[in-house]
């Protein structure tokens, strides 16, 4: 998730999808900044992992569409800073394809970073599926990512007979 815009670096989130030491979840990176970043995003993912869709931007943005599959749980990770130090805003709409966005996530800024994480069930009461499309309203250096976090509801397994 990034890059978002600290004390004159670039930083990402990052999640360790290697089994190899070191081992860890997730973790901050800097990348530099421009012209000249050490770091930067190629916009791939692979198919197994978790994240959806990954954003980041100082102001308002609209991006979709994205696939929100009905049989999986899903959570949105953000983190916003306020670029002047003062206070800003950070909302967040879900539309589901041209259906009327739905407001999801809003926050006021002091002047540190904050993050946040819209929860699987909070996502979940949204109603949101299909193509959704994303819509933030902020005066926020921000990124947000959309991130697959299981199946929605589990489904036991059959037990063997004896």
């Known amino acids: 998730m990034g890059p978002i815009a600290v004390g004159g670096m670039a930083w990402y989130l990052v999640a360790d999808a290697d089994a190899r030491e070191p081992q860890f979840e997730e973790g901050w990176i800097a990348a530099g900044a421009e012209p000249d970043p050490f770091l930067v995003a190629t916009g791939e993912t692979s198919a197994s992992s978790p994240f959806v869709a990954s954003f980041a931007q100082t102001g308002d943005a609209a991006y979709g569409p994205i696939t929100v599959e009905d049989d999986a749980a899903y959570a949105v990770r953000w983190i916003a800073i306020d670029p002047e130090g003062v206070r800003c ?3 967040v709409a879900l539309a589901e394809g041209d ?7 809003r926050a006021t800024i002091g002047n540190d970073v904050v993050p946040g994480t819209l929860q699987p069930s909070s996502f979940e009461a949204l109603g949101v599926r299909g193509e959704v499309f994303v819509t933030v309203t902020s005066d926020c250096a921000w990124a947000l990512v959309i991130q697959r976090v299981g199946d929605a509801t589990p489904v036991p397994s059959p037990s063997s007979a004896p």
Not at 99 to 105: D, L, R, S
């Open 99 to 105: 259906g009327t966005p739905v407001p999801a996530i």
């Open 89 to 91: 805003d950070f909302g």
